[in-house]
């Protein structure tokens, strides 16, 4: 388990561009401790090392991921921006993502990733209306 949260430390990730790697790897740390494994345990249970693997291969891909870092295109004539948040909740983990509408006095539309947070649901049972009330805090 040790190395698990190594390699999950070593991602910077302030944005939360590769939240779907990082969530997927705290989903897999917390299914580790409810099987109660001891810090040091080098034996993990065989469909728990298959998934880390998987998560381990996806690790040498995310230097390629690549989003373009202006939120609106350099000369353009800003009619309107709009701030688009979306939240969502599983039994698993929550999260919510911000998005940045900009509309061009031409009617062009311009859609930018802004942010994005996410948590694992807690390990005591909670309702699905109620992870979907308290989205992570940005």
């Excluded at 790897?25 to 034996?43: C, E, M, N």
Aim: aromatic residues 8%; contains cysteine; charged residues 25%.
């Amino acid at each position: 388990m040790r190395n698990v949260y190594k390699v999950l430390a070593r991602q910077y990730d302030p944005l939360g561009y590769i939240l779907p790697y990082t969530t997927r790897a705290k989903i897999l740390v917390q299914r580790l401790w409810d099987k109660h494994h001891s810090w040091d345990d080098p034996l993990l249970p065989q469909e728990v090392l298959r998934e880390w693997k998987e998560l381990e291969a996806e690790l040498q891909v995310l230097p390629r991921i690549s989003l373009p870092q202006p939120y609106v295109p350099a000369q353009v004539d800003v009619l309107t921006r709009q701030l688009h948040i979306f939240s969502d909740a599983s039994e698993r983990a929550y999260g919510s993502t911000g998005y940045l509408r900009t509309e061009d006095t031409q009617g062009r539309v311009h859609l930018s990733f802004l942010v994005a947070r996410s948590r694992v649901a807690p390990r005591r049972q909670t309702s699905m209306p109620r992870l979907k009330k308290t989205p992570p805090q940005c």
